[in-house]
């Protein structure tokens, strides 16, 4: 007599949604054993998809059956026992072994000497109902987000309305949510006190938790809360109601941005300039240390030197003082400096040369353009030609590779001609900006202004040699103390630094 297991499986996914339940299965399964004498030694019940393989309830009874405990499987249909290629091989290769020696559904019984490509044909149609319905699921879902109705579970401080599937304002927690983005907006508050106080206002996990401070970050940045929301990784204008106003989103996002940045040193903090200079001798890094004397009459003294790290072997760089490091990197950066007037007449070459590029753009862009518009009208007339039976298919694959060739090039060119004659303007307008604060960061006491304005002047190009930096400016710069030496031609300086520093060579 052959021993049997009941298998019983209802998914809570939408797969299952006209499967009988657990208990009508059970019901109808005990009935078809009492009736037909089978032996079941055990059942299973599991309540899991079955569209990917992993269920521990199903592969815990065929490990079972495969140590001989049961030679039969009784349950509801095939599909209850795989919607996926891998368990129903296993069960097919089972069944086929004579491992498995019957499976009665409530409709059939399926045998090892069976037509193996009915089973096949059955599994098959249960994994492609799967398939066919997660498709069809991630349309639908698709389509809803393009409408502007958010598919998914609703964020905090809303809720999913099951009568109408639409997302609706929390009124018990609304406002609470408002507040929160408030309170950090203020930039007083941490992640740690929005989180307390939503949870004074009855706002917490659904371990009865604190809301954990990545939690409290993916709210505070959800653009949900505005309006929108981003689905299948991209972002759509909602038809639910705004609960923050964008200015005060905005505001809360730049207070997150500026505490994820690290923590700039303070203005008497010695670490600024370490990293800025290399020894002139070894190549090593300078760094610094602080040294302290103590006088007898009471007095407390306390020096910064910076000296080589000698990391690569003995180095006869000797030590420099910081306020004499200081002193120097001072004088340097005075030079550099672009006056103020220098700053305005730049600023107005930099115009007329967008206008005078605007119109050179234009002309050009207008031709190309044309040439565009000619090639695709040629693409839509091959494609009839073709369609016609005028032409042949070797002939069309020819000339549309041709054609569309040709249109990428266009289409290159139409993005070179802006970005050649006016990309560079913008950068000059950065330059003469920054350049025109040079004097004003000279004579700051802020060492980490004055190292962030060294490493644009001069890049990597500092170095310390018997305690003198030695330095070589970049491009830019080195165009602009060039012109400097000309003080006197300050219109054929001023040009010299923009074509030096900035305009595209005609070659």
């Given at each position: 007599?052959?021993?049997?297991?009941?298998?019983?499986?209802?998914?809570?996914?939408?797969?299952?949604?006209?499967?009988?339940?657990?208990?009508?299965?059970?019901?109808?399964?005990?009935?078809?054993?009492?009736?037909?004498?089978?032996?079941?030694?055990?059942?299973?019940?599991?309540?899991?998809?079955?569209?990917?393989?992993?269920?521990?309830?199903?592969?815990?009874?065929?490990?079972?059956?495969?140590?001989?405990?049961?030679?039969?499987?009784?349950?509801?249909?095939?599909?209850?026992?795989?919607?996926?290629?891998?368990?129903?091989?296993?069960?097919?290769?089972?069944?086929?072994?004579?491992?498995?020696?019957?499976?009665?559904?409530?409709?059939?019984?399926y045998y090892p000497s069976d037509n193996v490509i009915l089973m096949g044909f059955e599994f098959g149609m249960a994994n492609q109902y799967?398939?066919?319905?997660?498709?069809?699921?991630?349309?639908?879902?698709?389509?809803?987000?393009?409408?502007?109705?958010?598919?998914?579970?609703?964020?905090?401080?809303?809720?999913?309305?099951?009568?109408t599937k639409t997302v609706v304002i929390d009124r018990r927690k609304a406002k609470a949510m408002r507040a929160a983005f408030e309170l950090y907006a203020e930039n007083r508050s941490t992640l740690t006190d929005v989180s307390a106080f939503l949870a004074k206002n009855g706002i917490i996990a659904d371990t009865g938790s604190l809301l954990r401070k990545d939690r409290i970050t993916y709210i505070l940045s959800n653009p949900f809360y505005?309006?929108?929301?981003?689905y299948a990784g991209e972002i759509y204008e909602g038809k639910h109601q705004p609960l923050v106003p964008k200015k005060l989103w905005d505001k809360v996002q730049e207070v997150l941005e500026s505490r994820s940045r690290p923590r700039e040193s303070g203005k008497n903090d010695p670490a600024p300039l370490c990293g800025l200079l290399r020894c002139a001798e070894c190549g090593c890094s300078i760094t610094a240390e602080e040294k302290t004397k103590r006088q007898k009459n009471g007095n407390v003294h306390h020096y910064t030197y910076y000296h080589c790290t000698k990391k690569r072997g003995p180095c006869s760089e000797p030590s420099i003082r910081g306020e004499e490091l200081e002193g120097q990197l001072t004088s340097i950066l005075k030079e550099y400096a672009l006056p103020k007037e220098?700053?305005?007449?730049?600023?107005?070459?930099?115009?007329?040369?967008?206008?005078?590029?605007?119109?050179?753009?234009?002309?050009?862009?207008?031709?190309?353009?044309?040439?565009?518009?000619?090639?695709?009208?040629?693409?839509?007339?091959?494609r009839s030609l073709y369609i016609d039976e005028d032409i042949s298919?070797?002939?069309?694959?020819?000339?549309?590779?041709?054609?569309?060739?040709?249109?990428?090039?266009?289409?290159?060119?139409?993005?070179?001609?802006?970005?050649?004659r006016i990309g560079w303007l913008e950068p000059l307008r950065g330059w003469i900006k920054d350049a025109s604060n040079v004097d004003e960061i000279a004579v700051s006491p802020s060492l980490q202004d004055k190292k962030s304005s060294a490493q644009k002047i001069?890049?990597?190009?500092?170095?310390?040699?018997?305690?003198?930096?030695?330095?070589?400016?970049i491009k830019p710069y080195a165009a602009l103390r060039a012109a400097r030496e000309k003080i006197g031609q300050i219109d054929e300086s001023l040009i010299f630094v923009r074509r030096e520093g900035f305009e595209p060579s005609k070659a």
């Amino acid at each position: 007599m052959l021993n049997y297991f009941l298998y019983a499986r209802k998914s809570t996914d939408v797969e299952d949604k006209q499967v009988r339940s657990i208990d009508d299965q059970l019901a109808v399964l005990r009935s078809i054993a009492r009736d037909e004498g089978l032996s079941v030694v055990s059942e299973f019940v599991e309540k899991q998809s079955a569209k990917t393989p992993g269920r521990p309830m199903f592969n815990g009874m065929l490990d079972r059956i495969e140590k001989g405990e049961a030679q039969g499987i009784l349950c509801w249909k095939l599909d209850r026992l795989a919607r996926n290629p891998i368990d129903a091989a296993r069960v097919q290769w089972l069944l086929q072994q004579g491992v498995i020696t019957h499976i009665r559904t409530s409709d059939r019984s399926y045998y090892p000497s069976d037509n193996v490509i009915l089973m096949g044909f059955e599994f098959g149609m249960a994994n492609q109902y799967i398939r066919d319905l997660s498709q069809n699921t991630k349309r639908a879902l698709l389509e809803k987000a393009k409408r502007g109705e958010y598919p998914g579970p609703a964020p905090v401080g809303y809720l999913n309305d099951p009568r109408t599937k639409t997302v609706v304002i929390d009124r018990r927690k609304a406002k609470a949510m408002r507040a929160a983005f408030e309170l950090y907006a203020e930039n007083r508050s941490t992640l740690t006190d929005v989180s307390a106080f939503l949870a004074k206002n009855g706002i917490i996990a659904d371990t009865g938790s604190l809301l954990r401070k990545d939690r409290i970050t993916y709210i505070l940045s959800n653009p949900f809360y505005t309006g929108l929301f981003r689905y299948a990784g991209e972002i759509y204008e909602g038809k639910h109601q705004p609960l923050v106003p964008k200015k005060l989103w905005d505001k809360v996002q730049e207070v997150l941005e500026s505490r994820s940045r690290p923590r700039e040193s303070g203005k008497n903090d010695p670490a600024p300039l370490c990293g800025l200079l290399r020894c002139a001798e070894c190549g090593c890094s300078i760094t610094a240390e602080e040294k302290t004397k103590r006088q007898k009459n009471g007095n407390v003294h306390h020096y910064t030197y910076y000296h080589c790290t000698k990391k690569r072997g003995p180095c006869s760089e000797p030590s420099i003082r910081g306020e004499e490091l200081e002193g120097q990197l001072t004088s340097i950066l005075k030079e550099y400096a672009l006056p103020k007037e220098w700053a305005l007449e730049l600023s107005k070459m930099a115009d007329r040369d967008e206008e005078e590029a605007l119109q050179s753009v234009a002309a050009s862009s207008q031709a190309v353009k044309a040439e565009l518009m000619a090639v695709s009208q040629k693409l839509k007339r091959l494609r009839s030609l073709y369609i016609d039976e005028d032409i042949s298919q070797e002939e069309y694959l020819a000339d549309k590779e041709e054609l569309l060739s040709r249109k990428k090039t266009l289409e290159g060119k139409l993005a070179d001609l802006k970005g050649g004659r006016i990309g560079w303007l913008e950068p000059l307008r950065g330059w003469i900006k920054d350049a025109s604060n040079v004097d004003e960061i000279a004579v700051s006491p802020s060492l980490q202004d004055k190292k962030s304005s060294a490493q644009k002047i001069f890049g990597s190009n500092l170095s310390l040699k018997n305690r003198r930096i030695e330095f070589n400016p970049i491009k830019p710069y080195a165009a602009l103390r060039a012109a400097r030496e000309k003080i006197g031609q300050i219109d054929e300086s001023l040009i010299f630094v923009r074509r030096e520093g900035f305009e595209p060579s005609k070659a």
